[in-house]
Every structure is written in structure tokens, then in C-alpha cells.
């Protein structure tokens, strides 16, 4: 028998939890109706299902299920809220803020914007992966229409402030966008008390579907505008045409209100086994050096950099026994290192040499040990040219 790596990729994404597939499988077969068919009880079961499917989701943000637009995943949630109010609010100001650490599936569609004639700040971020709060509000001005900050990064976990950058945004009437991808079901958000416009979320970081996300769009305080990005039939309050897709939108609702229901002992549980893994490698690997803030961030992910290894052949040593993520990005052919690492100021070099851990929720302590030893084994090899 082939032994499978140990799984520690959970930021790429996470197995579907098997309460979540059986949530789902009904609705391909028996309950196979179209949720927009009003006139026969084969669309009304697919509809009660994804009424209460958005009722959840809506619930686990604490916004109203009106609030929620299904989406194909997060990628286009972003594009549709940061097009869709680029577009919408045109005539108010053509002025977006984002940050140096955003997803592509962010930074993509402002640069997007750019190209048309809008005007794009990307801000920077501290040694720490923190936003620096003076600096955002320096770039406020009377033409932003969007600020758009992710809730947790996907390579170094950090949290950002939400709440107040929130309130900043609240304060003076701009639109304030989160990409949520990372953050749902692992700490709180709440779209109310954080100041929240629009926000991007995903199903498949969290044990659910892969190809379902929704954006959660502000009806009321204010009742925020959105020009569609698919036109068609109409659904999803005309905000996203396309059949809905019962199957994946249970799912999606299900593996939120299972990770929900263990959030806080689950995220105590990985935080103690990402502070076990990052002390085993800090005793193992004299120079290592964590990537991001050291509490800030999220449970599940360790970010290390090993200075003086080749990152490839760091990756390659690791690769039969881990499932772990470099600090690399393909883009086309080439490898070019992570944006992310770079705006925290390491050098290519390094950034090249650093290591993603994405713990989850079939991670062992077992699994943390043996990890933990092969890294350090593997570093130490690559270290004495082995
Ligand atoms: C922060 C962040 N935003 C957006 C995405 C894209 O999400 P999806 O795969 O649902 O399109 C990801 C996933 O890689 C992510 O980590």
C-alpha cells in the first residue's frame, strides 16, 4: 500500500466532511428540483432546502438570509463585489483600497479596475502582516468607494482588524469589503458589530463543496448597490443569474454550522498544536523564523522560513511524507515568490525558503511529531549538502 503524505495544506483546501456529503447527496437524486420551479413540489423542496441553507449561513455572520448571493466559491464573490461597486458607484468616485497581502482573487480584479481608469491604492503591510491603521486612514478620501481587506490570510493566517477598520470606513460612508475565505467557521465574524458591507466566503476551506461561495451584501445601513456581473435569469435578487445549486449550497450551509458548533474548542485545539509544531522546528532548526504575526493569525497555520536552504529543495525533501505548501506561487511556467512574503519584507531568497503549514481538523499530535522531526530532518540534510 502507498502511504499518503500527511495532510497539512489546509489554506489550499479540506476534505468534505462526510456528515456534509450526506447532507448533500439527497439533493442530487431524490430532491432534484429546480429551486425557481414555484409551480410544482419538485421546486419547492429544493427551495425549502435552500431557504434554510441560506438562513444558516446568514445566521453564522449574523446577517439576514436576504443578505446572502450564492456564488461559484470566493474568486467570485470578489469579483463581484469589487466590480460590481466599482460599477455601481461610478458616478460617486473611482478610487479602491486594498493591500499588499490580498488574494490574486482580489488584487486581480482592482488591477482590473486600474486598467479601465479606476484608481487603485494597495497599501502596505507591517513586518507582522498587520495593516497599519494610520496608514489606511491616510488613504481614505472623498472619491474611495471600496476598501477591500481580507478577514485571514491564506499563507501566514493573519487576522486583520476588521472591526476597526470597519468603523473607519463606516465613519466617513465607504464601502468596506472582506474576503472571508479563510476566517468562516474558524473565528468569529460578525457583519454587524465589525461594520461590514460585503463579504466573500467559501466552502471548501472549511470541509464543505468545492465550487459554492456566496457574498453576503449589506441591505439596510446602507443598502449597498451592486451591478451584476452575470446577467441572465435573474436569481439571487438579480445580483447573479444562474440556477442555484441545491447540492452544494446544503453542503456549504452544513459544514458551516458543523464548524461552527466546535469553533472555539477546535481553534483552541490547533492552536496548541501550531505553537507544539513551531517549537519542535524553533528547537530543531537553529535561524528559523515565523512569518506573520505570532498570535494574531489564524489557529491552523504556521508560516516558517528557513534561511540558507534552497526552498525547492526543501519542498522536495518534504514532499513524501508531508503535503505542505512553499512559498512560491506557479505562474505560468515560472516560480515567482509569494507577494505575500515579500510585502513583509523578506527577500526572494528567503521567501523562496519558506514553508506553509495548514493545520485542520483531522490533524493529529501524532501527525504534529512526525511532521515536525521530518522537517527538521530534512533541513538538517539539506544543511550538510546531503
Ligand atoms: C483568501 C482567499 N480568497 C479567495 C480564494 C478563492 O476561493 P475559491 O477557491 O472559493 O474561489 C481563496 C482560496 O484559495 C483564498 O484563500
Redesign the pocket.
Known sequence: MVHQPIYLDA??TTPLDPQVLDAMLPYFTEHFGNPASVSHAYGWAADTAVKLARQQLADAIHADPEEIIFT?????A?NLAIKGVAEAYFAKGRHIITVATE?S??LDPCRYLESLGFELTILPVQSDGLLDLTKLEAALRPDTVLVSV?A???EIGVLQPLADIGAMCGDRHILFHT?A??AIGKVPLNVQTMKIHLM?L?A??VYGP?GI?ALYVRRRNPRVQLAPQLHGGGHERGMRSGTLYPPQIVGFAKAVAIALASQDSESHRLTELRQTLWSKIQQGVAGSKLNGHPIQRLPGNLNVSVPGVDGQALLVGLQSKLAVSSGSACTSATMAPSHVLMALGLDQELAYASIRFGLGRLTTWAEVDCAANHFVETVKALQQGG
Open positions: 489554506h489550499a461559484s466559491g470566493a474568486t467570485e470578489n488574494h482573487a482580489v481580507m485571514a490570510n491564506n474576503d475565505a479563510q466573500s467559501t471548501h476551506k468545492k461561495g
